[in-house]
């Protein structure tokens, strides 16, 4: 057997990659390394899943004041500081890289904060201008977010930038109509950013169910969001610039002359070039003090010296792999955002444990990645599990449980506030295909709901279940009679 510094190497310090460098360190004894180019944590911790759902929080406050008035409190509104909030999300975010880089300090892996890259299939090049060799090698790296094709689109920010803004813009235009876009309009709005939002396609939140989807649009307008269906950017230039129907051509030039100076200017500095014109695919041209696409993630997977080993990329840059995380180089394996299987933190912490048991301990172990719960933290939340209406109806016949009405809490305050409860059940088996909940909280009542559909839950099973009274959730159980059938 050749001799390895190490049995495993990691590239990347995500939560995928760091459960599976502790386990493999801490279960087998196995000698470990990780490389991170960037913040222990990745994406979720550090600019992802855990500042967006403190930003959330923080949002939601604004709010309070009304509901609080409407049950008799003598409350004002008040002010928000954002600078008060991004040095507790920031003092936060510290805590928990802390915790990240202890916890693989006290399992015995080595850590490289380091970009890496692979020389050969079992040697990784770092960036500190040292080498090591590994027998086996775990890509972890994660993705990013992408600005679209055109001109002048570094004038915009993308997700990563929202958390380092110097202060919050008084107006910002979102392109996109994913759960990112739809998210960061929700957040924005509460905290007092008008908000105006651009999505090409017909509804947002394409692959969601469409009764969901449509009464997240529904609620996001009443909120005050200028949500606008089947638009796009034609133009964007500097605010400054001459906006004639050449604007686009005469800021060629200093977009040639910037962009490359963009690409390297950090976080804080993104979007700080001053208020953004732009001219839509329909309505009238505008200013915006900031532009922030959300328009999709690419896999990190550029440069990593893959192709010269047969290792296979996809169209979007994506690691192709079986369904045991290996690649086309059989010592090498890939988890998390960059295959684009299915890109949620908890996904990829379950396919690092499955390349452990598969790897190091003799167990093969595919992830089963049907019927897996998730969350929209817009404001309502979406929670879903399991198939669409839509998808159902294509696959089977099917009944559809559903019921929608205003929530006791904020009805009683006079607020139109509509929440949505849906089962999707087979009308052969009554076995729940679905479950899509719009409410506040629904990303906590869905974890439970998720439960009983991936055990097999038919619609008796649900009846069967005593309510718990009174409670939104209990419209889960209490639902006896199909809206349709199909």
Request: charged share 20%; with cysteine.
């Given at each position: 057997m050749a001799d390895y510094d190490y049995d495993l190497f990691v590239i990347g310090g995500g939560s995928g990659g760091v459960r599976a460098a502790?386990?493999?360190?801490?279960?087998?004894?196995?000698?470990?390394?990780?490389?991170?180019?960037?913040?222990?944590?990745?994406?979720?911790?550090?600019?992802?899943?855990?500042?967006?759902?403190?930003?959330?929080?923080?949002?939601?406050?604004?709010?309070?004041?009304?509901?609080?008035?409407?049950?008799?409190?003598?409350?004002?509104?008040?002010?928000?500081?954002?600078?008060?909030?991004?040095?507790h999300m920031n003092e936060e975010l510290d805590r928990l890289e802390g915790i990240y880089r202890s916890l693989?300090?006290?399992?015995?892996?080595?850590?490289?904060?380091?970009?890496?890259?692979?020389?050969?299939?079992?040697?990784i090049e770092l960036s500190i201008g040292e080498t090591r060799t590994a027998k086996t090698i775990l890509i972890a790296s994660g993705g990013h977010p992408v600005r679209p094709d055109i001109p002048n689109a570094?004038?915009?920010?993308?997700?990563?930038?929202?958390?380092?803004?110097?202060?919050?813009?008084?107006?910002?235009?979102?392109?996109?109509?994913?759960?990112?876009?739809?998210?960061?309009?929700?957040?924005?709005?509460?905290?007092?950013?008008?908000?105006?939002?651009?999505?090409?396609?017909?509804?947002?939140?394409?692959?969601?169910?469409?009764?969901?989807r449509g009464l997240i649009a529904e609620s996001m307008r009443e909120q005050g969001i200028d949500l606008?269906?089947?638009?796009?950017?034609?133009?964007?230039?500097?605010?400054?610039?001459?906006?004639?129907?050449?604007?686009?051509?005469?800021?060629?030039?200093?977009?040639?002359?910037?962009?490359?100076?963009?690409?390297?200017?950090?976080?804080?500095?993104?979007?700080?070039?001053?208020?953004?014109?732009?001219?839509?695919?329909?309505?009238?041209?505008?200013?915006?003090?900031?532009v922030l696409f959300a328009t999709g993630r690419d896999p990190n997977s550029r440069d990593l010296g893959l192709e010269d080993l047969g290792i296979e990329i996809g169209r979007r840059g994506e690691i192709i792999v079986d369904e045991f995380s290996k690649t086309g180089a059989d010592n090498v394996y890939a988890i998390g955002d960059v295959t684009n299987r299915v890109n949620l933190t908890p996904v990829a912490i379950r396919e690092g444990m499955a390349f452990v048991e598969t790897v190091f301990k003799d167990n093969p172990t595919a992830v089963d990645h049907e019927l897996i719960p998730s969350a929209v933290f817009t404001q309502p939340e979406i929670g879903t599990v399991g198939l669409s209406e839509e998808d159902a109806r294509e696959k089977e016949e099917i009944e559809v449980y559903c019921t929608s009405f205003r929530p006791m809490r904020t009805a009683f305050a006079g607020q139109p506030d509509r929440v949505l409860m849906k089962l999707v059940v087979s009308k052969a088996n009554r076995t729940v295909l679905g479950c899509h909940i719009v409410a506040p909280d629904a990303g906590e009542m869905i974890q439970l709901a998720g439960i009983a559909i991936k055990m097999g839950a038919t619609k008796e099973d649900f009846d069967r279940t005593v309510a718990v009274h009174p409670t939104m959730s209990e419209e889960i159980v209490t639902?006896?009679?199909?809206m349709r059938t199909a």
């Open positions: 502790r386990v493999a360190a801490g279960d087998v004894d196995a000698r470990v390394a990780l490389a991170e180019e960037d913040r222990y944590g990745g994406t979720c911790v550090i600019r992802g899943c855990v500042p967006k759902k403190l930003m959330v929080f923080s949002s939601e406050f604004s709010k309070m004041p009304s509901l609080a008035r409407g049950y008799g409190w003598d409350i004002q509104d008040g002010n928000f500081d954002w600078s008060v909030f991004c040095g693989l300090k006290n399992s015995g892996v080595d850590t490289f904060d380091a970009r890496a890259r692979l020389k050969d299939a079992h040697t570094h004038l915009g920010i993308v997700s990563d930038d929202i958390f380092h803004l110097e202060a919050l813009p008084k107006s910002i235009l979102i392109v996109g109509g994913g759960y990112i876009a739809c998210e960061f309009a929700c957040i924005l709005n509460g905290l007092g950013v008008e908000v105006t939002q651009y999505y090409r396609g017909a509804q947002i939140l394409r692959g969601f169910d469409d009764e969901a606008k269906l089947g638009t796009n950017i034609v133009e964007m230039a500097p605010a400054s610039a001459d906006h004639s129907a050449s604007a686009a051509t005469a800021t060629d030039a200093a977009m040639g002359a910037t962009a490359q100076q963009s690409v390297e200017l950090g976080s804080s500095a993104k979007g700080a070039q001053g208020p953004v014109w732009v001219k839509p695919t329909s309505g009238a041209s505008r200013e915006f003090d900031v639902m006896k009679t199909p």
